[in-house]
């Protein structure tokens, strides 16, 4: 009886302790994040770029970029832009440029694409796997080449 009750009062102490184990998901995220890294990819929270419907339906707290950092371009400006994934096609948003041919290679899942002076990357919820994260960083490294040629 003194051993049952020595095991129920060490395992009400240790209890709490069980809500810092990392859930089946995320420790999934964590493994997509460091594939991610391995292959050259940074991992920031970001909300969707522009001011659509498409970006209200999206939790703000869900979106993550998945981005491949650039080369400074020296002395010739280098052009910002962003497409949404929309009823399977990309929309340009701003300026009406197509999107990237690089943006077709993309795995599902993927809510929108943008580049700046400083990266290329894709927003999405990371519904993929680690395969997914292969074809973003395959997808990028295109844009990336074509971008600073």
């Known amino acids: 009886m003194t051993y049952i009750i020595i095991a129920f009062v ?5 209890a709490p302790l069980t809500h810092f184990v990392p859930s089946k998901q995320q420790r999934r995220q964590a493994r997509m ?3 991610a890294a391995v292959r050259g990819l940074f991992v920031e929270f ?5 001011n659509t419907g498409a970006t209200q339906r999206v939790p703000r ?3 993550i ?4 950092r650039l ?4 002395g010739k400006t280098r052009r910002r832009g962003a497409w949404l994934w929309q009823d399977g096609e990309w ?5 009406r440029a197509p999107a990237p041919a690089a943006l077709q290679h993309l795995p599902p899942g993927i809510l929108a694409a943008g580049v700046d002076e400083a990266s290329c990357g894709v927003y999405w919820q990371e519904s993929g796997d680690e395969g997914s994260v292969e074809q973003i ?3 990028l490294a295109d844009w990336a080449q074509l971008l600073q040629s």
């Open 10 to 14: 060490v395992a009400l102490a240790l």
């Open 33 to 35: 994040r460091e594939a």
């Open 46 to 50: 970001r909300q969707l770029p522009g």
């Open 61 to 63: 707290s869900g979106t």
């Open 65 to 68: 970029y998945y981005g491949l």
């Open 71 to 74: 080369r400074p371009s020296r």
């Open 91 to 95: 929309r340009a948003l701003g300026e």
């Open 137 to 139: 960083q395959r997808a």
